[in-house]
C-alpha cells in the first residue's frame, strides 16, 4: 500500500509516502481502507519526537481517519467488512489501510460524509466533554472561546451555540472569527489587533459564565479576568507553546472554578458522561446539526505540505488528507 512515512525524527518533509507493507489483523482488529486523515498537530509533535510519548520511526503518523472496513479480526462484533467507520489511533492513519481496536472505530451515520465524519473526532467530542460535562454549560449563559478558529476551539463555539449559550470567539485573523460567526459565535474578538482584556469588558462589563481555552499563554489570564463571580475556567490545551501562571487572587476574589481537560484521563474516570455524550454527540452529527469545518485538504502525496500547515498555525477548524475511495 501506499503510506506517508517517517524514517527519522525531524521537520514535517522528513515524511515521505512509499510503498509500505499493509499491516494485518489480529484479534479484537479491524482493517479500514482509508479514504480521508485529518492533520493535527500532535502529528508534528510526533514526527519532530517532541510529543508527550515517542513512537520509534519507521512509522506511519495519522491519528484520524474514515474509510470502509476491509477487514476484521477474531472477536469483533461492533463492526463488519463494508461498513463506513470512522476512528482515531496514535499513527498509522496517512496511509491506505489502517488497522485499530475495533473500539476505536464509529460507524458513519447515514447521509453523512466520511470525510465529514473523520475531521468530526477528536476536536467535536474534546468541545462537548468539556462543554457538557466539565464547564457544565447551561442555555443563555456567556461562553468565551480561545483559538476559537482551530480545531477545539471551533467545535467549541458551534457546540457552545447548540447547547444554547451565547457565545464569543476570540481568534487571531478575521478569516477565523468570520468562520467562527458563521459556526455561531455572537460576539467575536481580534486579540491581535485589540487588547483582549479591554475587548472583554467593553462586551461583557458584567462578567462571562464559562471560558474554554486550548491556547494558553498570555491569552489565559485576560480571558479568566473575564469571568463573573462563580465562573468556570477550563483549561484544555497549550497550543501557543506556553501554560500560564495565573494569581490565585483573582481566584479568590471572585470564587472562579479553574478547571481541567484531558481526554484519556476524562475516559478513564467518567464512563459514563463518555458514553452519554457521545451518543448525543453523534445524533447532532447524524442529523446534520453540527459538521466540523474543513478549512484546506491536500492530497497523501502533499502530507509534508499539510504538516507544515498546521504546524504553521494557518489551520482553520480542520486540515483533511484526500487518501482515496469514492466520495459517499
Ligand atoms: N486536553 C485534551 O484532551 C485535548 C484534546 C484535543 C486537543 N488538545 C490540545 O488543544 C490545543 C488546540 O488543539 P486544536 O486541534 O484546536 O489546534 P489548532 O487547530 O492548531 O488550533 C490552535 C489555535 O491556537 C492558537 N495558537 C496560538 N499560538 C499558536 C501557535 N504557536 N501554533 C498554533 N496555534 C496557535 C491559534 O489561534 P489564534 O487564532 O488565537 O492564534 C490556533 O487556531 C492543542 O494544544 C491540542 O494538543 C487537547
Known amino acids: 500500500m501506499r503510506a506517508a512515512v517517517c524514517r527519522s525524527y525531524g521537520p514535517p518533509d522528513v515524511v515521505e509516502v512509499e510503498e509500505f507493507p499493509s499491516p494485518s489483523v489480529g484479534d479484537g482488529e479491524v482493517r479500514v481502507r482509508v479514504h480521508a486523515a485529518v492533520v493535527n498537530f500532535p502529528d508534528v509533535l510526533l514526527v519532530a519526537n517532541k510529543y508527550q510519548v515517542s513512537v520509534p520511526p519507521p512509522f506511519v503518523p495519522g491519528s484520524e481517519f474514515g474509510g470502509v472496513v476491509e477487514a ?80 477545539v476551539g471551533l467545535a467549541a463555539v458551534q457546540l457552545g451555540s ?38 472583554l469588558r467593553g462586551v461583557h462589563p458584567d462578567g462571562v459564565d464559562v471560558v474554554v481555552d486550548p491556547v494558553g499563554g498570555d491569552l489565559a489570564e485576560p480571558a479568566l479576568r473575564a469571568l463573573r463571580w462563580g465562573g468556570r475556567f477550563v483549561t484544555v490545551g497549550y497550543a501557543s507553546g506556553s501554560i500560564p501562571r495565573i494569581p490565585l487572587n483573582l481566584v479568590l476574589l471572585k470564587g472562579i472554578h479553574i478547571l481541567g481537560f484531558q481526554f484519556q484521563q476524562f475516559a478513564m474516570h467518567e464512563p459514563g458522561d463518555l458514553r452519554r455524550n457521545d451518543g448525543e454527540l453523534l445524533e447532532l452529527l447524524a442529523t446534520h446539526r453540527v459538521a466540523p469545518y474543513i478549512g484546506a485538504s491536500f492530497s497523501l502525496d502533499d502530507v509534508a505540505a499539510a504538516l507544515q500547515f498546521v504546524a504553521d498555525g494557518r489551520a482553520i477548524g480542520k486540515v483533511v488528507l484526500d487518501i482515496g475511495g469514492p466520495p459517499t
Open 162 to 199: 447548540v447547547l444554547g449559550a451565547a457565545v464569543t470567539a476570540v481568534a487571531s485573523s478575521a478569516e477565523k472569527l468570520d468562520v467562527a460567526a458563521s459556526f455561531g459565535a455572537t460576539t467575536v474578538i481580534n486579540h491581535h489587533s485589540s487588547d483582549l482584556r479591554k475587548a
Open 72 to 151: 476484521v479480526g477474531g472477536g469483533v462484533t461492533n463492526v463488519a467488512p463494508g461498513d463506513r467507520v470512522f476512528g482515531t489511533t496514535l499513527v498509522g492513519a496517512f496511509a491506505e489501510k489502517v488497522v485499530v481496536s475495533a473500539d476505536g472505530v464509529t460507524r458513519v451515520p447515514a447521509g453523512v460524509d466520511e470525510r465529514l465524519a473523520a475531521a468530526f473526532g477528536v476536536a467535536h467530542r474534546t468541545a462537548f466533554h468539556v462543554l457538557r460535562s466539565v464547564a457544565r454549560l447551561r442555555p443563555e449563559e456567556e461562553l468565551v472561546v480561545l483559538g476559537a478558529g482551530g480545531g
